[in-house]
């Protein structure tokens, strides 16, 4: 007949010459403690669940005393009742995938479908800032506490709110492939509160756009700076610049005819060239060739306008950028700071500082649009240039005709508020002026 387990019979139990010897509760049906030949002393039960005979460990001994283990037992036993297997959910719980394996799946099967560029930057987020912080955890495990905590630190200790945003947008992403890949019934990364953002309209000046093509000039590499200034004179997006090939492009005609799977929309788009660019492109094929001739007789020229080292399109041109832009005065030196918002100190414990431009690559497109305002181009002709396919993406730029307007306004102004005499004479002259013409 057994008797209730005490902490005292725990401790005298003696291990068995062989085999498991087993001492069972009198007060918990199925509760006992398992012995070992080796003296290794472990808390078990044994329940019945879906048809099936179960034994599961609670805990080694004496790390879990008897009450503890006894009460666990109970709790265990109350879930069986309820129609649960503790075995099975905790074998389940076990083989349950964790966010890495959330994010390798993501990378193989979702992953290819974006440009290279927001690929290289979403694998920098996965690697750099999610899984650190929840690699190791159960993707069922993740809370929107957990989510909503990733967003606040990425916001507050680096200061980046807008990266903030983007990670979990990455996240809610992966969550939603999680719940159709049945990881998981809800999104944590649903409902995180994102920080605000503001549309960023920063357009370069003559002063700044000549420093800037002065820079480009007498930049070292010749191949990332002549893809910037491709990008001045043709207003084309980053992706689209480096990704270029020698057949999309007709030189006699100056014409760029970009491939759907090239653009932003997924549409072909036809875009006229000037002088300066057709004259750009021809020298770079022209260098490109008598490379190729040099290396190796009878080595085709790369297909690429901008190929990199290993012969694939060009890649990173940000080192150049920055380069440029502190050669141009577009920025400022400022401190370099750790995970924490605190400033890193080098080897003579001063503290470091980094260059920062205070204008993107991508401005450089939106300059190209203001150029053209400037110029008197329509909303719809910036449009069919930049290769947008809603007018709503070129409206950001409706505010850069408010100058024109004005002296448009003024002119009407100051003809409205002359003197009857004034606006006789002015007439006259206008008279005169168009007999002439």
Known sequence: MPEKLTEAAARKALPPVRGQSMLWDAEVKGFALRVTPGGAKSFVLDYRAEGRQRRITIGAWPDWTVAAARQTAKDMKREVD???DPMGERQAQRE??????MWERYAREHLPKKAERSQADERMMWEKIILPRFGKMKVAQITHDDVDALHRDITEIRGTPVRANRTVEVLRKAFNLAIRWKWR???PASGV????????NRYLNRTEIAALAQA???HSEPMSANAIKLLMLTGARRGEVLGATWEMFDLENGVWTKPSAHTKQRKLHRVPLSGPAV???VEIKAAAKAKAEAEAEGTPPSPYVFPGPTGKPLTEIKRTWVS?????????EVPVLDAKGRPVLDRKAEPKTEFKPNVRIHDIRHSFASILVSAGASLPLIGQMLGHTQVQTTQRYAHLFDDPLRKAAETVGAFVLQTPAEQIINNKNAEADNARS
């Not at 509160?193 to 960023?200: F, L």
Request: aromatic share 0%; net charge neutral; hydrophobic share 30%.
């Open 185 to 187: 019934d809800d999104n």
């Open 96 to 101: 349950a995938p964790t966010v890495q394996e």
């Open 279 to 281: 004259q750009l492109l």
């Open 82 to 84: 309820l129609g649960h």
């Open 193 to 200: 509160r994102r920080n605000q953002e503001e549309k960023r």
């Open 324 to 332: 440029v832009c502190r050669r141009a005065g577009l920025g400022a």
């Open 216 to 218: 480009l000039n007498e």
